[in-house]
């Protein structure tokens, strides 16, 4: 069964940074799309960004743009997430997930939490 | 970018009813780029429906995805009690940007 582990999450005051990796196994990692979603507590689903099978082709959500960045590792079966400048909107729980049709397998979540 | 506006935001039906879920977008969506998502509370969100009609792997044939350019509507022919959960539509063709609608809400009467 495919598995998606992201790890790396945790509480960051304002302002600084973090970085999310989704550990992917059970699958030919290096052909598939691969993004990052996230929901804020109590909230709907926002896709955050977006990368193509070999990490020439990026996306990013304008919320986003400037502050994070998407990176993957073919050799390692990772994809990251690099969270610079982070706010207090930025709190939420992210998700990675694989595109095939649609994304058919998510990761479990890793909490983010942007607080004093 | 493509909103995607959900209705109703919650629904209130009893197991065995019919649960019919409205997705329209502020413009037309490619149906080869529609999905369809159930989210139960601490769970990751579940892949039901893709190409607009097409269920994904393990999905019960109850659930059914109809519609095209605008409008869009996942049905749910007989609620099991598992099937109390949160929906939610996705466009995933329109680059650079993705987006989901808001969600329905579909709770027990």
């Known amino acids: 069964e495919v598995q998606l582990v992201e790890s790396g999450g945790g509480l960051v005051q304002p302002g600084g940074s973090l970085r999310l990796s989704c550990a992917a196994s059970?699958?030919?990692?290096?052909?598939?799309?691969m993004h990052w979603v996230r929901q804020a507590p109590g909230k709907g689903l926002v896709w955050v960004s977006r990368?193509?099978?070999?990490?020439?082709?990026?996306s990013y959500a304008d919320s986003v743009k400037g502050r994070f960045t998407i990176s993957r590792d073919n050799a390692k079966n990772t994809l990251y997430l690099q969270m610079n400048s982070l706010r207090a909107e930025d709190t939420a729980v992210y998700y990675c997930?694989?595109?095939?049709?649609?994304?058919?397998?998510w990761g479990q979540g890793a909490p983010v939490t942007v607080s004093s | 970018e493509i909103v995607l506006t959900q209705s109703p935001g919650t629904m209130s039906l009893s197991p065995g009813e019919r649960a019919t879920l409205s997705c329209r977008a502020s413009?037309?969506?490619?149906?080869?780029?529609l999905a369809w998502y159930q989210q139960k509370p601490g769970q990751a969100p579940r892949l039901l429906i893709y190409?607009?009609?097409s269920r994904a792997t393990g999905i019960p044939d109850r659930f059914s995805g109809s519609g095209s350019g605008t409008d869009f509507t996942l049905t749910i022919s007989r609620l099991e009690p598992e099937d109390f959960a949160v929906y939610y539509c996705?466009?995933?063709?329109?680059?650079?940007?993705?987006?989901f609608g808001g969600g329905t809400k579909v709770e027990i009467k």
């Open positions: 997930a694989r595109e095939f049709t649609g994304f058919d397998y």
């Open positions: 059970r699958f030919t990692f290096r052909v598939y799309w």
């Open positions: 990368i193509n099978s070999d990490g020439s082709s990026i």
């Open positions: 413009q037309s969506v490619s149906s080869s780029y």
């Open positions: 190409g607009a009609s």
């Open positions: 996705q466009q995933y063709g329109s680059s650079p940007s993705l987006t």
